[in-house]
């Protein structure tokens, strides 16, 4: 789900810029590492602060490239939705 302060969350842990690749992390609400942007036309996921796309490599690892619309990797759909946790992580229905 991706909440409105731009996290990408499951639960309490949330999608991670760790500087040379991408994990997962406990939420800290600072934004920061943890703050990415859903373009619905394109369904690309951008990293605010290095301003690069998310995508999933060749052997099924995250990371982030230069944003590339060619690129298929780059290219996501958010599918699963839960009103509940919607409510209480406060989730934007991308």
């Not at 500087?19 to 939420?27: A, D, E, F, N, R």
């Not at 490599?57 to 590339?68: D, F, K, V, Y």
Request: with cysteine; glycine share 8%; proline share 2%.
């Amino acid at each position: 789900m991706l909440s409105e302060n731009g996290e990408i969350r499951r639960d309490e842990t949330c999608v991670d810029y760790k500087g040379q690749h991408v994990g997962v992390s406990l939420c800290h609400g600072l934004k920061g590492n943890q703050e990415w942007r859903y373009n619905h036309q394109t369904g690309r996921v951008f990293h605010v602060v290095t301003q690069k796309c998310l995508e999933m490599t060749a052997i099924g690892q995250l990371n982030t490239e230069p944003c590339n619309a060619s690129n298929k990797f780059q290219q996501w759909r958010f599918k699963e939705y839960s009103e509940v946790k919607a409510e209480k992580y406060r989730v934007v229905v991308p």
